[in-house]
């Protein structure tokens, strides 16, 4: 799988979140805290994360409720 799937699935993902309710380019970098060009290269496959790669590939090796787990813990530190 390429990194640009990956992005567009989490973006799809998180759009069902909030009643498929479209989310602009700019306001998911915005919520990201980078550049709207930046996020755009991620998606469109024009640039490659490979830390954002890397953190895919492990949420895949974890099952869903440590996936939830997981993301909760992040969620935490995030809003620290």
Known sequence: MKIDDLFN???NSVE???NGRK???KDMAKRLGISM???QDWKLGRAKPQAAAT???MLG???DEEII??????NK???Q
Request: no cysteine; aromatic share 8%.
């Open 9 to 11: 699935i989490l973006h």
């Open 16 to 18: 069902s979140q909030y």
């Open 23 to 25: 989310i602009s380019l």
């Open 37 to 39: 060009r930046t996020y």
């Open 55 to 57: 953190v895919m590939q």
């Open 61 to 63: 090796m974890l099952e």
């Open 69 to 74: 787990r997981a993301v909760r813990k992040i």
């Open 77 to 79: 530190l995030k809003d």
